[in-house]
């Protein structure tokens, strides 16, 4: 079981995430509508895995996982981001994120990148 951080401007979007993980015995240990959100959550709650959305306003998640891999370069990041936006996920794997889930996925998908980030 693993504690979780989810990551999303959009409500639906973190309940969607919650509902393919938690039938999995994950705890979500915080929701956060943005970067600077899901640094301060990061420090508080040092979860084992990271759902991050790219596109928010504030902080992108980008911007978000640099700071949490320098803070934590062990960190477990996982981008859920929307089509099109390769450039920006080329950017995000070059930093040390784990996988990528492209919006709208089946909970299976999501599930399999979870697993493979947090068992290496």
């Known amino acids: 079981m693993a504690r979780i951080l989810i990551v999303d401007d959009a409500k639906f979007?973190?309940?969607?995430?919650?509902?393919?993980?938690?039938?999995?015995g994950h705890e979500i240990v915080g929701?956060?509508?943005?970067?600077?959100i899901a640094i301060e959550m990061y420090k508080k709650f040092k979860p084992d895995l990271v759902t991050m959305d790219i596109t928010m306003r504030e902080k992108d998640g980008i911007q978000a996982?640099?700071?949490?891999?320098?803070?934590?370069?062990?960190?477990?990041?996982?981008?859920?981001?929307?089509?099109?936006?390769?450039?920006l996920l080329t950017k995000a794997i070059k930093l040390g994120v784990k996988d990528f889930v492209v919006k709208p996925f089946p909970p299976e998908r999501l599930q399999k990148a979870a697993e493979k980030a947090l068992n290496g």
């Open 13 to 24: 979007m973190r309940t969607l995430v919650k509902d393919a993980l938690v039938p999995k």
């Open 65 to 87: 996982a640099e700071e949490i891999l320098q803070m934590d370069s062990s960190a477990k990041i996982i981008m859920v981001t929307a089509l099109g936006q390769e450039n």
């Open 31 to 36: 929701e956060a509508e943005n970067g600077n």
